[in-house]
């Protein structure tokens, strides 16, 4: 399974980039697939998820600013990112919990992408 991350990029304060993460490879079903972040030196951290079934969760600094949505059809999760601060500056990465055929779930990460924002 891979997940293959697109989006992102350079951006002016207040503007809005969408990132996307498609799943590809052999599963049965995707449960969550989730956006976090990462700065140099801290830890990765839970911007928003979404379960199979549309229950989104955001991190409350990025609550009325981001939308995560998925589109089951075609594995893709993505996150659209409005109102974009400084402070979120960062490398983005999805991550997805897939069921394989045999009924086991495993997490897989996508490659990562730089999103950054200047004032």
């Known amino acids: 399974v891979q997940l293959v991350q697109s989006g992102g990029g350079l951006v002016q304060a207040g503007g809005s980039l969408r990132l996307s993460c498609a799943a590809s490879g052999t599963f049965s079903n995707i449960n969550d697939m989730d956006w976090y972040r990462q700065t140099p030196g801290k830890q990765r951290d839970l911007v928003a998820a979404?379960?199979?079934?549309?229950?989104?969760n955001y991190a409350d600094s990025v609550k009325g600013r981001f939308t995560i949505s998925r589109d089951n059809t075609k594995n893709t999760a993505y996150l659209q990112m409005n109102s974009l601060k400084p402070e979120d500056t960062a490398v983005y990465y999805c991550?997805?919990?897939?069921?394989?055929?045999?009924?086991?779930?495993?997490?897989?990460w996508g490659q990562g992408t730089q999103v950054t924002v200047s004032s």
């Open positions: 991550k997805a919990i897939v069921v394989a055929p045999t009924g086991g779930t495993y997490q897989y």
């Open positions: 979404i379960s199979s079934s549309g229950s989104t």
